[in-house]
């Protein structure tokens, strides 16, 4: 087919999920290798979101294109009721890496249905129902984790499921409270959530979700003390602690998780994206010993036709394999930290940069309209006048592909970018934002 045959047969045939259906006009991919997407045309787009955070080997990876041919020889699916080698395998290669009091992984398709068995698990564990998350987050668009979302993409799931309950988490940015000390701000969310558990009845609540770093809503990075204290209200009150690692795990942050750069140790881990590179759907919840000791005489009312589907694990044990054997948690360290110079350099250079924030190759550029009073580019929830997808659109046309999140333009590259990658790539947005400070502010 040709891409205008591709382009328009796609259109014409499919819905195309946050979008607006008319108008359309997908880029037609001819292939990908390595951080770079090839449209039909022969045009290079360098890939600076790795997709939707998922893409971290990179395009055309060897290791997992390879052990997906070998799976397929043997076999390409087999329920979860029998055992299949690369299931097994993947799960003792990632339980093998964590703390001792982890022990066994339930296998989803993605990070939604992770997150929403997640939820079933630490309420057939407590027998509580109430389940509470940030407003300023994303865990998935089905309907339980939808209702966890607490940014504007869940208002077409209202209305919310009972026991479904939002609470304010940090973001530095714009507090418009002045604190002394990055702990201090910490400590005050933590004395709020503590308040809001308690007018909740704290033997009510099952779980506290938190995405380890905010993902899409920002990059939201909080303060150092802010995730122990959570850790201790949900000690305080028996409460799960879950960390929501669908983007921020598998060395995004330049640690396999991101609960890991803070001195904390949830009580049940969502995964998904990075496991396998997106290569073949995967996700999965890893739970503490006690929680999955609790099933052995009780029912595990979780089932998917496709948890742990061997192709997606088969992917999975390699690009874990893949991770370990090339250091990419001291590449994303090393190369995490160049990616955090040019962007405080383009902070510094742009009126319309309010703020940078990064943590390894999870980066995120904040656009304000003044940067003195910190007012977004584009207010929370509305942009009618298209303003953060014409910047989109000018970064696409300059081969610097990226999705952008109320005023946030998102910057996550593949995790086997190198130093000079990144300046080439960033030249574009530096370029584009000139045109932002010249056009909007």
């Known amino acids: 087919m040709t891409g205008k045959e591709i382009s328009e047969m796609q259109t014409k045939y499919v819905l195309q999920g946050w979008s607006k259906q008319g108008g359309l006009n997908p880029t037609p991919v001819d292939h990908c290798e390595g951080i770079y997407i090839y449209d039909k045309d022969g045009k290079r787009y360098a890939d600076m979101s790795s997709e939707q955070v998922n893409v971290n080997a990179g ?14 020889d043997e076999y390409a699916y087999i329920q979860g009721s029998f055992g299949a080698e690369p299931r097994a395998l993947l799960a ?22 992770a997150n929403e068995n ?5 309420r057939m564990y407590t027998g509580r129902f109430k389940v509470m998350s940030q407003y300023r987050s ?27 309950i939002h609470f304010r988490g940090p973001y530095s940015y714009q507090e418009k409270i002045k604190f002394a000390s990055e702990e201090e701000e910490g400590d005050y969310y933590v004395e709020k959530l503590r308040e809001q ?35 201790k209200i949900c ?42 590179s997106g290569y073949i759907p995967l996700g999965g919840a890893i739970v503490k010993n006690e929680i999955a000791h609790f099933f052995d005489d009780k029912y595990l009312s979780c089932g998917l036709t496709y948890s742990g589907h061997p192709l997606a694990c088969a992917a999975g044990v390699a690009c874990q394999e893949f991770y370990l054997k090339n250091d990419i948690e001291g590449h994303v360290q090393k190369v995490g930290k160049h990616l955090g ?11 319309s940069v309010g703020d940078v924030r990064y943590i390894g190759l999870f980066g ?50 593949p995790l086997i970018i190198t130093e000079a990658q990144i300046d080439e790539e960033l030249a574009k947005l530096d370029e584009v934002l000139s045109i932002v400070d010249e056009k909007y502010i």
């Open 235 to 276: 000690d305080e009150f028996g409460i799960m602690m879950i960390c929501d690692e669908v983007m921020a795990g598998w060395y995004r942050t330049g640690k396999m998780f991101a609960y890991m750069n803070f001195d904390v140790v949830p009580d049940i881990i969502t995964f998904a994206k990075g496991v396998n």
């Open 364 to 413: 995120g550029v904040e656009l304000v309209k003044d940067r003195a009073t910190h007012e977004p580019l584009v207010p929370w929830g509305q942009d009618p006048a298209g303003v953060m997808g014409a910047i989109v659109k000018e970064l696409k046309a300059r081969g610097f592909v990226t999705y952008s999140h109320e005023n946030v333009i998102i910057v996550a590259p």
């Open 341 to 351: 110079e040019v962007l405080e350099n383009l902070k510094a250079k742009h009126k």
């Open 92 to 113: 003792k290669s990632i339980v093998d890496r964590l703390p001792d009091c982890f022990g066994k992984i339930f296998f989803t398709n993605g990070g939604a249905d």
């Open 197 to 231: 558990v308690i007018f909740e009845g704290g033997d009510r609540i099952a779980a506290i979700i938190l995405e380890t770093v905010v993902g899409s809503n920002g990059i939201i990075i909080y303060p150092k003390n802010y995730l122990k204290g959570v850790r």
């Open 118 to 122: 997640a939820i079933k698990i630490a």
């Open 59 to 72: 395009y055309a990876n060897k290791e997992m294109t390879e052990a997906i041919k070998a799976q397929l």
């Open 138 to 164: 994303y865990h998935g668009s089905t309907f339980g984790a939808g209702n966890l979302t607490g940014e504007p993409r869940h208002f077409a799931l209202e209305p919310a499921i009972p026991g479904f």
